[in-house]
């Protein structure tokens, strides 16, 4: 008792591209380590319409890889 009038923080994020911290973090990139877990890069909505998509097959497939039909 006595640490109950905490109120979470929001999940701020501080934005990889122009460095301003948003409440609305968008993953754009993660970086994956020899030693230790990896790291999570954020950029805020407006940039990470501009950021380039990730590269990576093995963990992101394209969409353009499935073949949707119309029905
Ligand atoms: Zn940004």
């Known amino acids: 008792m006595g ?3 905490r109120k979470p923080r929001p999940p ?20 994956h380590q ?3 877990p990896g790291f999570v890069v954020y950029a805020c909505q407006e940039c990470a319409v501009r950021y ?9 497939p394209r969409p353009s890889d499935r073949t949707e039909g119309g029905r």
Not at 12 to 31: F, G, L, Q, S
Not at 52 to 60: N, S
């Open 3 to 5: 640490t109950g009038d």
């Open 12 to 31: 701020v994020r501080m934005c990889v591209r122009c460095e301003v911290t948003t409440e609305t973090p968008v993953v754009v990139a993660v970086v």
């Open 34 to 36: 020899n030693s230790g």
């Open 52 to 60: 380039p998509p990730q590269r990576d097959v093995l963990t992101a």
